[in-house]
């Protein structure tokens, strides 16, 4: 059974900093394109980064680009993704998700955990 | 951003037949880039619906069906249940922004 598990969300100030990491299981990892995905209260769906089986391609969003820093570790099937210069516009629930087999969707997510940015 | 278009909302008594649109650009649906569709319940993770514009992952009834035509895409649940009530959202690749877009997402009423 395919799981993702994110951890890492909390409470963080305007200009802070805070590391997600997302757990994979049940399938091979290292043969995915893996992305983080985010959700604002209310608000719609937004990828906000991906990143390729061997980490020789990745994408940031415009929202998050030079903030935002995805990375991956085959060896422990795990996702991260490391967000500095913290803003309130980045208050959101943050999903991990695996890119289909087929390419440019998402068939499994995690749970998501909660980033709330402010003072 | 979201460059995919839905209406915000829909609603259908149960056993009818419901529609929801999904209008991109030439630079996503209209390039050819497939769409695909999530059902987000209340609280919980988006689940994939639909991909590669009307295929169905394995435990996905039959009521729910996609399809595809130009810049428009669009997202049918026949026979309505009231455990349709959800978020639905349309979801593509857009060229120009070389990266995955959403649409705004529709919220589904059983009345």
């Known amino acids: 059974e395919v799981q993702l598990v994110e951890s890492g969300g909390g409470l963080v100030q305007p200009g802070g900093s805070l590391r997600l990491s997302c757990a994979a299981s049940g399938f091979t990892f290292s043969s995915y394109r893996m992305n983080w995905v985010r959700q604002a209260p209310g608000k719609g769906l937004e990828c906000v980064s991906y990143i390729s089986p061997s980490s020789s391609s990745i994408y940031y969003a415009d929202s998050v680009k030079g903030r935002f820093t995805i990375s991956r570790d085959n060896a422990k099937n795990s996702l991260f993704l490391q967000m500095d210069s913290l803003r309130a516009e980045d208050t959101a629930v943050y999903y991990c998700a695996r890119e289909g087999p087929m390419g440019n969707y998402f068939d499994y997510w995690g749970q998501g955990t909660l980033v709330t940015v402010s003072s | 951003q979201s460059v995919l278009t839905q209406p915000p909302s829909v609603s259908g008594a149960p056993g009818q037949r419901v529609t929801i649109s999904c209008t991109g650009s030439s630079s996503n649906l209209g390039a050819g880039y497939d769409v695909h569709w999530y059902q987000q319940l209340p609280g919980t993770a988006p689940k994939l619906l639909i991909y590669g514009n009307n295929n169905r992952p394995s435990g996905v009834p039959d009521r729910f069906s996609g399809s595809k035509s130009g810049t428009s895409a669009s997202l049918a649940i026949s026979g309505l249940q009231a455990e349709d009530e959800a978020d639905y959202y349309c979801?593509?690749?857009?060229?120009?922004?070389?990266?995955?877009?959403f649409g705004t997402g529709t919220k589904v009423t059983v009345l």
């Open positions: 979801q593509s690749y857009d060229s120009s922004l070389s990266g995955y877009v």
